[in-house]
């Protein structure tokens, strides 16, 4: 079965960076684009960023310059490399593929505070 596993979130000083990770199995990995999500308390989960099976990049505007991501198709595993963490960054973050229908992980919390 399909099964998407993200870490590396923790609490992070705002300017402070963290690399999230989502392992995924039971599908080709490399042949599916990779996306992120976040949602923050008491909004609605929103598009973060995306990277296709060949590679290409696009982001949401309040990411752009500051997160990065990638994919390493022999670990079957998609990053997102965040820098110059802000507060309002502060969300639970999860991946997702679309296949038969959209599969997402059980999120991995990040918080940006002082």
């Known amino acids: 079965q399909v099964q998407l596993v993200e870490s590396g979130g923790g609490l992070v000083q705002p300017g402070g960076s963290l690399r999230l990770s989502c392992a995924a199995s039971?599908?080709?990995?490399?042949?599916?684009?990779m996306r992120w999500y976040r949602q923050a308390p008491g909004k609605e989960r929103e598009f973060v960023a995306q990277?296709?099976?060949?590679?290409?990049?696009n982001y949401a505007d309040s990411v752009k310059g500051r997160f990065t991501i990638s994919r390493d198709n022999a670990k079957n595993t998609v990053y997102l490399q965040m820098n110059s963490l802000k507060p309002e960054d502060t969300a639970v973050y999860y991946c997702?593929?679309?296949?038969?229908?959209?599969?997402w992980g059980q999120g991995t919390q990040v918080t940006v505070s002082s």
């Open positions: 039971g599908y080709i990995f490399s042949l599916k684009n």
């Open positions: 997702n593929v679309l296949l038969s229908r959209g599969y």
């Open positions: 990277i296709t099976a060949a590679g290409d990049t």
